[in-house]
């Protein structure tokens, strides 16, 4: 188990590495492909369930009734960024609840073809202080150094998250009180069930 948790890990590590690397260098490409919306989030949420189970944690996803659930956009990218923030939400949770609603917002351009759609990650977790906040988004940095100690981690998640979501036309934030949000307009466009 120690040695498959190890190479886990260290796999993990070099996948951020690359993947950071592929995005600095202007290298980095999505995919469109057709998917559905909600399977994925519960895929999200299923891969999260151990995890939470084990504090326990509540973990629980309202999907507003306007949301499409068919889209087009970079399934596999998109399942990394919840991955990435669900994952922070439980690890620095230790008792209440993970929730992640999904609203459908106006898009910018008011392009029918198009959807944007608001991510919103709540928790009951430790928290962030405020001069912390902007170092979430800075490679190889935490919170603060205990943070790696105690939490483990890169330091390249967020980093990556938002990258990628800034890629699909979009921005990731955190606001006072833990809220992480994100917002997907573009990459993401309603796609007729087939």
């Not at 994925?40 to 939470?52: F, Q």
């Not at 970079?74 to 990435?84: A, H, K, S």
């Not at 009951?124 to 902007?134: D, E, K, R, V």
Request: hydrophobic share 40%; with cysteine.
């Amino acid at each position: 188990d120690i040695i498959r948790n190890s190479g886990s890990n260290l796999l993990a590590i070099i996948n951020d590495i690359l993947d950071f690397s592929k995005i600095e260098s202007g290298k980095f490409e999505l995919e469109l492909q057709p998917f559905n919306l909600q399977t994925c989030l519960e895929n999200c949420l299923d891969l999260m369930s151990t995890r939470a189970i084990a504090k326990p944690i509540y973990l629980s996803y309202i999907l507003d009734p306007d949301v499409p659930h068919h889209l087009m956009g970079d399934v596999t990218r998109f399942q990394q960024i919840m991955l990435n923030l669900l994952g922070n939400a439980v690890k620095f949770t230790n008792r209440g609840d993970v929730s992640l609603w999904v609203q459908k917002v106006p898009t910018a351009t008011g392009d029918g073809d198009q959807v944007c759609l608001r991510f919103a990650i709540l928790d009951t977790g430790i928290g962030i202080p405020a001069q912390q906040m902007t170092r979430l988004f800075q490679p190889f940095s935490q919170g603060d150094a205990s943070t790696s100690r105690r939490y483990g981690g890169t330091g390249l998640g967020l980093v990556i998250s938002k990258r990628l979501v800034e890629l699909m036309g979009g921005k990731l934030w955190v606001e006072s009180g833990g809220i992480m949000a994100g917002q997907f307009p573009q990459e993401m466009s309603p796609d007729p069930p087939k």
